[in-house]
């Protein structure tokens, strides 16, 4: 089983006790999981329903890409506070107070837009809702990591987190859906975005990290900070969404193109450029400029440390959860199309889905702590698969609902399962010195490669039918499993950093 091996000491972080601690990840799983599904699977109802061309609401799939990239930014986190709520909460409660607030305005404004009328409009909300979700999860998992620092350890938090997650997000697509089928889209989004906001004053509510200091003075000075802060990012992404849709109408994509390839080599380049610099990064010292370097010194650092099993493992995680990511813009389009309503769904997507997700997280997060990460991980892809695997057997039954139910528990249950164990795999990859920025990099780059193809789903439905690409699909997540045996072979290099 791979390890995590920490070459610093993780800075003191006061420990709740263990029940306070997985009450406390839920709740942040809680507050992550409701906005996701409202720039996805919502987010392509939404457009399907507004007569939106099937192979342009692949391309929204995209936005699901800036998870891929939080790399990025997810540095500035480990590094920075933000001003006033970090000097009373702390660095990572911090950002996670500014990514709600960023969560609210960007749902808000999504809710004001609700027409589509005009999708680059569209498109910008939806980029900023997945920017601050991520924003927050990058927090809380670099939290998360520091507190439990150990695979035992682990379990019971990823498990809190994603039962956390994963009920929000049930209570997301399918309340969404239920108030969308009554009372329209903008009032679906102002429902989720009060329910998403209402964490905040429970955040601000909790003891201050630093004894002493004004709660109400950080507090305000939080709140003028994020002001200036979310207009700051709105501004940035209006300028590059500009930029990006004059380029790529300047050099003739259109929504008849295929740009998957150009755009997964755009991405794939710094991680190539990382693979090849190997033996320079494998003879670096400790002091040399490219491991202490903030931007890029987390990513450097695991590359030193696994060598070139870090491609084998990079393999690894990108192809272990691309089922499940295929599936999850396309499902709900292609049950709709079989004739089911949404308020079917969206009852198919509350306590259904609810209840199997719960049962797979929960028993996904118990076998970390018993089997051999190898073992999990196998058992986890086999269920995911057979989940994929059920969208196709239902488009061949007559019309029910409780094949429906059945079908979604399928689903649900083996995502569940499946993610339970990666989250715990991927953290114990991490390194503690840069617990923020390495997990951001790995489930960032886990995600790349399936968030790509995802964006292309429409078109491959065109050719190949909903039937094949759900068999595509189940295949793919059992494609991870022959990757097992070298998995279980990769260790960490020992640190060479003075103790």
């Not at 263990?18 to 942040?28: K, T």
């Not at 409701?34 to 391309?59: C, D, E, K, N, W």
């Not at 630093?210 to 994020?226: E, N």
Request: hydrophobic content about 55%.
């Amino acid at each position: 089983m791979t390890t995590a091996t920490a070459t610093l000491d993780p800075p003191p972080v006061a420990l709740p006790p263990a029940r306070s601690r997985m009450a406390l990840f839920g709740l942040l799983g809680f507050s992550a999981g409701l906005p996701f599904y409202m720039f996805s699977t919502v987010l392509t109802l939404r457009l399907q329903a507004h007569g939106v061309a099937l192979v342009v609401i692949g391309f929204f799939a995209w936005v699901q890409l800036l998870p891929t990239f939080k790399f990025v930014w997810a540095p500035l986190l480990d590094r920075y506070d933000v001003p006033g709520f970090g000097r009373v909460w702390g660095k990572r409660r911090g950002w996670i107070m500014l990514s709600q607030l960023g969560i609210f305005t960007a749902m808000v404004a999504m809710a004001m837009t609700a027409d589509d009328g005009n999708l680059p409009i569209t498109a910008l909300f939806a980029t900023l809702l997945a920017f601050w979700t991520t924003t927050l999860e990058v927090a809380a998992d670099a939290w998360r990591i520091e507190l439990a620092p150990t695979q035992a350890e682990q379990g019971p938090l990823a498990a809190s987190t994603l039962w956390g997650y994963r009920t929000a997000m049930v209570a997301a697509g399918s309340g969404a859906l239920l108030v969308a089928d009554g009372s329209g889209w903008s009032a679906a989004y102002l429902v989720i975005a009060a329910a998403a906001f209402a964490p905040f004053p429970l955040l601000a509510a909790m003891r201050p990290e630093t004894p002493g200091v004004p709660r109400r003075a950080g507090l305000a000075a939080g709140l003028i900070a994020s002001v200036i802060i979310l207009a700051i990012a709105m501004v940035l992404a209006a300028i590059v969404g500009r930029v990006l849709l004059e380029v790529t109408v300047g050099v003739g994509i259109s929504a008849d193109s295929n740009v998957t390839p150009y755009v997964l080599g755009a991405c794939m380049l710094p991680f190539i450029v990382m693979a090849l610099a190997l033996p320079r990064i494998r003879r670096a010292g400790p002091d040399d400029a490219i491991r202490t370097s903030t931007a890029i010194g987390p990513y450097v650092d695991f590359f030193w440390r696994y060598g070139f099993g870090a491609l084998v493992v990079l393999a690894f995680v990108s192809v272990y959860r691309m089922g499940d990511v295929l599936a999850l813009n396309l499902s709900k389009p292609m049950i709709k199309g079989l004739g089911y309503s949404l308020s079917e769904i969206g009852r198919a997507d509350s306590l259904v889905a609810l209840v199997a997700s719960i049962l797979g997280v929960g028993i996904g997060g118990w076998m970390v702590t018993r089997t051999r990460m190898g073992i999990a991980l196998g058992v986890g892809a086999f269920f995911a698969a057979f989940g994929n695997f059920g969208f196709v057997w239902l488009a061949h039954q007559v019309m029910s609902e409780p094949l429906l139910y059945l079908s979604t528990a399928a689903d649900q249950f083996g995502n569940g399962m499946a993610g339970a164990v990666f989250v715990v795999y991927l953290s114990m990859l991490v390194n503690l010195k840069y617990p923020g920025a390495q997990y951001a990099f790995l489930s960032g780059f886990a995600f790349l490669l399936p968030r790509l193809l995802a964006g292309a789903g429409g078109s491959m439905v065109a050719r190949i039918g909903y039937d094949n690409f759900f068999l595509l699909s189940g295949i793919v997540s059992l494609a991870a499993i022959p990757f097992l045996p070298l998995i279980a072979r990769i260790r960490p290099r020992p640190s060479d950093e003075p103790a």
